[in-house]
T-cell receptor, first 113, second 114 residues
């Protein structure tokens, strides 16, 4: 049972525009969320996180928004750059369980120069 | 600071065989987690080790087992391989395994079971 879902397998965006990647989850007990970026032949690398007590977290060009009532989070990249082209995974965890992260299936972002 | 490395890069086995995958964590990282990523899926948590003890397990059968060594290396062993075990296997290390601890992933081992 997929508890974290990324319904868009791919997204193409022009360089300089905003990229919005979406993620939905079903488990209301999740209280910490992360985004990872993965280039081909490399492992995922941590990008940004958000705890359930916040609804927004910003780090440079990357902002994550959390809507707990909708069980939805999104990653905004502004402005998008060609080097952002990668697969993006969202992940979630329950604070109390401590170690089992649940990942979505990923969205492949292509930023067109 | 060295990154997380995994070996081998690729591996082909036949059904019923056993396989050992290896991971070298970043120095000082006491926690290693293993994930299975099937084609078109996200990584699925197999288990985590903290200071050489299993510290949590996902929904994987006992034929998936692991070891962690004091020198920051670890192993994932899979017995009685099945076709569905074909996947990319990722290890990730972190300092203490706390959920806000950044996990550093290796590049993975691609296992094909024929």
């Amino acid at each position: 049972d997929q508890q974290v879902k990324q319904n868009s397998p791919s997204l193409s965006v022009q360089e300089g525009r905003i990229s919005i990647l979406n993620c939905d989850y079903t488990n209301s007990m999740f209280d910490y969320f992360l985004w990872y970026k993965k280039y081909p032949a490399e492992g995922p690398t941590f990008l940004i996180s958000i705890s359930s007590i916040k609804d927004k977290n910003e780090d440079g060009r990357f902002t994550v928004f959390l809507n707990k009532s909708a069980k939805h989070l999104s990653l905004h990249i502004v402005p998008s750059q060609p080097g952002d082209s990668a697969v993006y995974f969202c992940a979630a965890i329950e604070w109390n369980t401590g170690n089992q992260f649940y990942f979505g299936t990923g969205t492949s972002l292509t930023v067109i120069p | 600071e060295t990154g997380v490395t995994q070996s081998p890069t690729h591996l082909i086995k036949t059904r019923g065989q056993q396989v050992t995958l290896r991971c070298s964590s970043q120095s000082g990282h006491n926690t290693v987690s293993w994930y299975q990523q099937a084609l078109g899926q996200g990584p699925q948590f197999i288990f985590q080790y903290y200071r050489e003890e299993e510290n949590g397990r996902g929904n994987f059968p006992p034929r998936f087992s692991g070891l962690q060594f004091p020198n920051y290396s670890s192993e994932l062993n899979v017995n009685a391989l099945e076709l569905d075990d074909s996947a990319l296997y990722l290890c990730a290390s972190s300092y203490s395994g706390g959920i806000t601890d950044t996990q550093y992933f290796g590049p993975g081992t691609r296992l094909t079971v024929l």
